[in-house]
């Protein structure tokens, strides 16, 4: 069976400190992607990156970046120089990778309250 | 629309009643995903559609809960006789295609409350 740990429940940092969020997760599939998502305040969530489990390549988009180690079962998200909008609730998420079938697990939730 | 879109957005009832909440897909998406999310807790998956198929209802917490997808569009979640721990932020998502890795796209949710 799939999971997904997010162990750290909340987060509180200042403004302009990084901050990373860690994820692991547990699959007995050798294929699998993994996600994360951002649900501001407002409650939509926001897709924020895919990772598929042959790509182990850490991935940077501006402030944001991705550390994937499969040795670790990890897929944790740093945010660099954090901001108050990057307030919000992270998910992880794990999906196996069989066709005509997607079930996706979601970890807890990590809240992260920047503070300014 | 550009997303997904649920309605009503805000729905209190009374303990006892029933009540429907909708989900209307991004146009073109095959799977569709209810979830419930109660205060301070994650995403608890309820039901899934993937085209034609008969739909993944392994998450459904009861008999009272169902769902429906009308012409592989829109959907309906109906919850009967409805308790007081069923009050939660139901959440609709849709994804084009059906492997493994396809992106969910969330709609904005409905916030159920009942009294």
């Known amino acids: 069976a799939q999971k997904v740990t997010q162990a750290q429940t909340e987060i509180s940092v200042v403004e302009k400190e990084d901050v990373t969020l860690d994820c692991v997760y547990e699959?007995?599939?050798?294929?699998?992607?993994l996600f994360w998502y951002k649900q501001p305040p407002s409650g939509e969530l926001v897709f924020l990156i895919r990772?598929?489990?042959?790509?182990?390549q850490n991935e940077i988009s501006g402030r944001y970046s991705w550390n994937f180690q499969k040795s670790t079962s990890s897929f944790n998200f740093t945010i660099t120089a954090s901001q108050v909008v990057d307030s919000a609730v992270y998910f992880c998420?794990?999906?196996?990778?069989?066709?005509?079938?997607?079930?996706?697990?979601f970890g807890i939730g990590t809240k992260l309250q920047v503070i300014p | 629309g550009a997303g997904v879109s649920q309605s009503p957005s805000n729905k209190v009832t009374e303990k006892g009643k029933d009540v429907e909440l909708r989900c209307d897909p991004i146009?073109?998406?095959?799977?569709l995903y209810w979830y419930r999310q109660s205060l301070g807790q994650g995403l608890e998956f309820l039901i899934y559609?993937?085209?034609?198929?008969?739909?993944?209802k392994s998450g459904l917490p009861s008999d009272r809960f169902s769902a429906e997808r009308t012409g592989g569009s829109v959907s309906t979640l109906t919850i009967q006789r409805t308790q007081q721990e069923d009050s939660a932020v139901y959440l609709c998502a849709s994804s084009l295609g059906s492997s493994g890795g396809a992106v969910q796209f969330f709609g904005p949710g409905t916030r159920l409350t009942v009294l």
């Open positions: 559609f993937q085209g034609n198929s008969a739909p993944d």
């Open positions: 699959t007995r599939d050798t294929t699998y992607y």
């Open positions: 146009s073109g998406h095959t799977a």
């Open positions: 998420a794990l999906s196996e990778a069989r066709r005509g079938y997607q079930k996706v697990t």
């Open positions: 990772r598929n489990s042959f790509d182990e």
